[in-house]
């Protein structure tokens, strides 16, 4: 499984950015040995909140997120067509 971590200026300073991947880096290692699937690929993008958001309800939001990507839960990842509104 490969995975890929992005975070834009809109996330905030060269600082913020590196913190917020590093904590996805660290949440990625807790989270997908144990929950993600065997060759598939990962990008988790920071926001804002995620250099300030508890640790835990980091680790909630990707244990969440992984939930809604699995297959077979009948849930798949609900996407807008961009220019739908």
């Given at each position: ?7 834009s200026r809109k996330v905030g300073n ?62 798949q990842p609900q996407r ?6």
């Open positions: 499984m490969r995975v890929g971590f992005t975070a060269a600082v913020t950015r590196n913190r917020a991947k590093r904590r996805l880096r660290a949440a990625a290692a807790i989270m997908l040995p144990e929950r993600g699937r065997p060759g598939t690929d990962y990008v988790l993008i920071a926001r804002p909140e995620t250099a300030k958001r508890p640790f835990t309800a980091l680790l909630d939001d990707l244990a969440a997120a992984l939930r809604r990507v699995e297959p077979g839960t009948g849930r807008e067509a961009k220019g739908s509104r």
